[in-house]
DNA sequence: ATGAAAGCGCTAACAT
DNA sequence: ATGTTAGCGCTTTCAT
């Protein structure tokens, strides 16, 4: 492989003066910055990002850190975020966690090899051994979707968009309305309060007896919850899903059962995800501004690395309620 | 941060023998051994990578080359391939390209930097620079649903896949069937051959002037496709659409226009992705049996790595027809 | 079995 | 403006 020395010598100077034109330093004679550059050019010589590294101390890299089951919402988010990060010179490491302790550990491990220049978090993480090191080596983190303590974060006030679905659903004349969320990951509990909160507003009590918890937040999954809620008998109007990928779930099982959507019942999702507005029906929802999320993150990061800024701490963007057609006042009682 | 010297101090030794122990060599005292060990665990002691690549002369990651716009089946197949390259203990790097010469050739020279272990190839690279470099480098590169030359690939037989997804149309009695495929990508050429091939076999001359190329292969394309088909008339009883995104957006389509899937026309979709089983109606399409091809895609590289069994040249993975309910018999004339 | 020393490719401090 | 030198953290001869 060329090196930096290799083109020392075929111009006739010195490694440190072929580092500064690489560089874009000042103090160089013009006439040898094109000679460099020419033979740069030609050699298609690229300096070693390992030595780099090495001498100064940094990867040029940030890590982002995304559950081992992630949902097409984030999968759409990390590649708008990667595309940003790019855009900044940054690569890009991958972290796939688990939800459990040990993943976490070699999570951690792993970090301590990489000497990341920064951590984007979309899933949270539990250990305080994360955090505390973080601290130590002083690699700055954002982290997307959620929030946590005073660190940055760009998200949605998860809450209160889930308050505003339900209300929509509310405003239609629904009052019996079902929930569906996730238990891992808070945003999951965040929405089931907004859904509370919103369904208390109405008048309606123990709402909290009409969610069911299912494991992830897939089709999969949105159908299971569906069919909880079916068991339990017939006596909701409307489902209030936690993520489109159940909503998608949960439509699924009322065409099975022959339940219309929206006719006899009415499912409003969260994330607006890319497949939602083609599905039949397409999925009333609330959308996360995926692109901004995407954009102010990497930007955020980029900040705190560079220096720049550090004081953005937490980010809420607006969230939006998309009414499509999964959505419709409920049936009169006959 | 803690280095290999701050060990050996604290145990007593020299920097060789904690790299010994580290890299699990022999000849080195068992006690010593231990000691050793105890220290690193106690310290948290991760070795440094970019030193360790820099003597090495290799970076223990693996780059992942993928289209500026992946749909959904390489969003779930490289996250599959990510997992089993993380089980042989490779980082992987991601290579977002467009498909254009420009952004080849920022591709080759960020690639020059990296001393990459290997490369998966999940779009097709035209320019010959690119294996030529590899080449000289001698970098391993293996490539993932398609194939190039003699060059190590893991994929289905795409133009078979695609006649016995329209096979199934024309043994369900379908003759006039329409195809909606892209430009990009020879996946898109090669089922759109299968196609043809199926159609003929069948008796239906001019089956390349019922196919309609798009420009991606998403939902979004996917309508404008339908929405051409339809433009030129009603004379179609079943559409094949190349992948399973340009499907939901032909369905939508149909959906909006009044025309009942699969009464009145059937479709059929490729690749199976998560979301087809789901859909209403759910799809029929041929399935690529995406875990296999990310397990073989990750294998078949590390084996090249190691250089174990580099004869794997051209690896065809069966494909699989699912039917479900987008398609049925043609509606008897009235 | 173990340590000393050299060197991977680069940058930065220092000298000129 | 430019070259010399040292050193980043590690592995690997080469001695012993």
């Known amino acids: 492989m060329i090196s930096i020395k290799d083109i020392a010598n075929q111009v006739g100077t010195s490694p440190s003066t072929v580092s500064r034109v690489v560089n874009g330093k000042k103090y160089v004679n013009a006439g040898k910055r094109e000679q460099i550059l020419k033979v740069i050019a030609e050699t298609g010589y690229v300096p070693d990002k390992a030595a780099r590294s090495m001498v100064l101390r940094r990867s040029f890299t940030v890590g982002i850190v995304l559950p081992d089951t992630f949902n097409m919402f984030q999968r759409q988010l990390f590649s708008i975020i990667e595309r940003h990060l790019d855009s900044f010179g940054y690569h890009t490491m991958f972290f796939f966690v688990k939800f459990d302790g040990s993943s976490e550990e070699e999570f951690l491990s792993r970090l301590k090899s990489e000497k990341l220049d920064g951590i984007i978090l979309l899933q949270e993480i539990q250990g305080a051994n994360f955090y505390d090191y973080v601290a130590k080596v002083n690699i700055p983190v954002v982290m997307a979707t959620f929030n946590r303590d005073n660190l940055a974060s760009i998200h949605v006030n998860e809450e209160q968009a889930a308050y505003d679905g339900v209300t929509h659903l509310i405003n239609l004349g629904h009052r019996k309305i079902n929930m569906i969320t996730g238990s891992g990951f808070s945003f999951g509990l965040q929405r089931a309060k907004g859904f509370i909160r919103a369904m208390e507003a109405a008048g309606m009590e123990q709402a909290a007896d009409r969610i069911t918890f299912v494991q992830y ?86 900040k705190c690395i560079t220096g720049a800024g550090v004081n953005a701490a937490d980010m809420i963007l607006p969230h939006k309620l998309i009414i499509r057609e999964s959505t419709a006042p409920p049936k009169k009682a006959p």
Do not use: C, W
């Not at 993520?243 to 607006?272: H, Q, Y």
């Open 217 to 302: 937040y897939t089709a999969e999954f949105g159908m299971y919850g569906m069919r909880e809620h079916l068991l339990r008998g017939r006596d909701f109007t409307a489902v209030f899903a936690a993520t489109d990928e159940l909503a998608v779930g949960a439509m699924r099982v009322l065409k099975d059962e022959g339940i219309p959507v929206p006719e006899d019942v009415s499912v409003v999702g969260f994330d607006d995800i890319d497949i939602s507005s083609y599905i039949i029906p397409r999925l009333t929802t609330i959308r996360q501004p995926l692109d901004k999320i995407g954009e102010q993150t990497a930007l955020t990061l980029h």
